[in-house]
């Protein structure tokens, strides 16, 4: 199911970040560049898991510093999770691109926004995103019995 632009209609998407403002601002902004979006919130790493595997959302915005659990390790639990280990990552972070902690969270990610990013950027990402991603309802199911192949 596609909208106007091309991209997909009814992504959910799910904002882990601490800081109350930035958050909200942030699921407002995805909001409007993308109507047709549900926007959840999740305000630290614990939260953010939890949110994901019962949520199961299409796309997550992390933050990298954040309380009880930071992104880095979110994201760690996320992909050792079979259920969540698909979900594409967005890092949103105002650390050093070169700290060794971003460098490796990166590598689990599908793209880093740096604090503070124009709106421009965040737009391009979002549209970029709904045209790569298939809302999770529409996505078929498939069970292990039909990814098992054995050899003729």
């Not at 601490?18 to 407002?28: N, S």
């Amino acid at each position: 199911m596609l909208n106007n632009n091309g991209g997909h209609l009814g992504l959910t998407i799910l904002v882990v970040e601490d800081d109350l403002l930035f958050r909200e601002m942030l699921c407002e902004v995805i909001t409007i560049l993308q109507p047709t979006w549900r926007v959840y919130a999740a305000v630290n790493g614990q939260d953010g898991v939890e949110k994901a595997q019962s949520k199961r959302p299409d796309l997550i915005f992390v933050d990298f510093q954040m309380p009880v659990m930071d992104g880095y390790q979110m994201a760690l639990a996320l992909k050792q999770n079979p259920e969540t280990a698909q979900i594409p990552l967005i890092l949103s972070t105002s650390e050093q691109w070169d700290h060794p902690r971003i460098m490796r969270m990166q590598a689990l990610c599908k793209a880093t926004l740096f604090k503070p990013f124009a709106l421009r950027e965040l737009a391009e990402l979002l549209e970029r995103m709904s045209l790569l991603l298939t809302p999770r309802e529409y996505k078929p199911a498939i069970s292990r019995e039909m990814a098992i192949f054995e050899p003729a």
